[in-house]
């Protein structure tokens, strides 16, 4: 393994102005499943087969090799695996989603291939991905399991997506909407991941400061030369331990990520390419024509017939919370997100007969009690993404510890 230089830097990438989430989303009790899901976005990981004898290089040196990269075409399989020490969230994850965000219908007139309830699965257990891409008009990911295959297919006005498991089909055409065709995947869940170079620009920009970057040798993955970039939080109370991502050696694309928790233990997700081919994919690999027999569902249709209850809920959301933007408090790794549930309610107690079964049984494998100067409240554990409800419909959530949340929560 080459010598490389391990100076470390801190703020090198710009931290992401605290945006506008879906306020809908945060309607969900178990608001850190949505979190927690969301999160894969900036955690998959790094596997290495040999060292490579590469040149020097500084941390700065390779993220400024990280934002220069301009590989817009490729195509390969990755593995992920999701380990958030939470019960299997499958079809559970899938039914709090949908019915939480924006564009969900809580099981009434959705479709089983609609993108925001399929690809929350993804949020537990492994899965083999294939993917490919040819510019920003065309992208084509696609789940693979032993007996069916989930495909999402973006081509230019056009967003197909197709589950051979129930030969069902979505579609969303965005066609006179006024934006980029590019654009137009926003059927697609907030925070899923769509190139590995944007997984890794995400995790850049928490380096706000708070962070220590450097460069950790070598490794080869899926058969190309990479260097290994290593983040670690240099603040106290961050639930992550560190993130490493293997950078292409040759054209600065990021190929693998890990993030370990700080409490230590296998990675909380691994995922990256097991093979990878940056020459220009098929065209077929982006064309799509529904199968025979197979049920399509119109994105907008779906919208009409069933999201009339989850306009409502966001409307007393922003009522309740000045237009549902949560309130920020702290920076970098520390960074918590307070919010109110609309009308100030409360977790769901075990004698409700509005909660399943199955979903109560999930709050309390994750929930503990607390109390403190707020008053007291539940703190749902995940080992990356914690939450703490309080009895009066407060919300904290972050990739923080549980002491951090309380402290939080009784400082306002």
């Not at 492994?126 to 891409?133: F, G, K, S, Y």
């Not at 409502?312 to 919010?339: M, Q, R, T």
């Amino acid at each position: 393994m080459a010598p490389n230089d391990s100076a470390e830097t801190n703020g090198t990438a710009a931290r992401r102005p605290a945006g506008r989430r879906k306020a809908a989303r945060y309607i969900v009790p178990v608001a850190v499943a949505g979190v927690a899901a969301a999160t894969i976005g900036l955690v998959p990981a790094l596997a290495s087969s040999g060292d490579p004898d590469l040149p020097k290089i500084t941390a700065q040196e390779l993220i400024e090799k990280i934002a220069a990269s301009d590989t817009e075409r490729f195509s390969g399989t990755v593995k992920i695996s999701t380990d958030l020490g939470i019960p299997s969230m499958g079809g559970l994850a899938g039914s709090f989603l949908s019915g939480a965000a924006e564009g969900g219908d809580g099981g009434k007139g959705g479709s089983s291939a609609d993108p925001q309830t399929k690809l929350t699965e993804l949020a537990s257990g492994t899965h083999t991905l294939r993917v490919a891409a040819d510019g920003p008009d065309k992208q084509r990911l696609s789940v693979l399991d032993q007996a069916s295959e989930y495909s999402l297919i973006h081509n230019g006005d056009e967003v197909w997506a197709y589950d051979s498991g129930s030969n069902a089909v979505y579609h969303a055409d965005g066609k006179g909407e006024g934006e980029a065709p590019h654009r137009k995947m926003q059927d697609v869940p907030e925070g899923v991941p769509t190139t590995p170079k944007a997984l890794a620009e995400e995790a850049l920009k928490a380096a706000d400061g708070t962070t220590s970057v450097s460069v950790d040798g070598t490794a080869r993955v899926a058969g190309r030369d990479a260097y290994r970039l290593v983040l670690k939080p240099e603040q106290k109370g961050s639930t992550v331990g560190s993130i490493t991502v293997a950078v292409d050696a040759e054209n600065g694309v990021p190929l693998k990520f890990t993030l370990q928790p700080s409490s230590g233990g296998k990675a909380v997700v691994d995922a990256g390419f097991t093979s990878v081919d940056f020459g220009k994919p098929a065209a077929s690999s982006f064309a799509f024509t529904p199968p025979k027999g197979a049920k399509v569902t119109e994105a907008d249709d779906a919208k009409a017939e069933g999201h009339e209850k989850s306009r409502g809920d966001l409307e007393k959301f922003k009522a309740a919370e000045g237009e549902g933007a949560p309130k920020i408090i702290g920076k970098g790794w520390n960074s918590i997100a307070e919010f109110r549930t609309p009308g100030g309610a409360a977790l769901p107690s075990k004698a409700s007969k509005d909660v399943p079964a199955e979903a109560q049984q999930f709050l309390d494998a994750l929930g503990d009690k607390v109390s403190g100067k707020f008053g007291s409240g539940t703190v749902f554990k995940t080992r990356l993404i914690n939450a703490l409800m309080t009895d009066d419909g407060r919300v904290y959530v972050g990739a923080v510890t549980k002491d951090a949340l309380v402290a939080a929560a009784n400082a306002g």
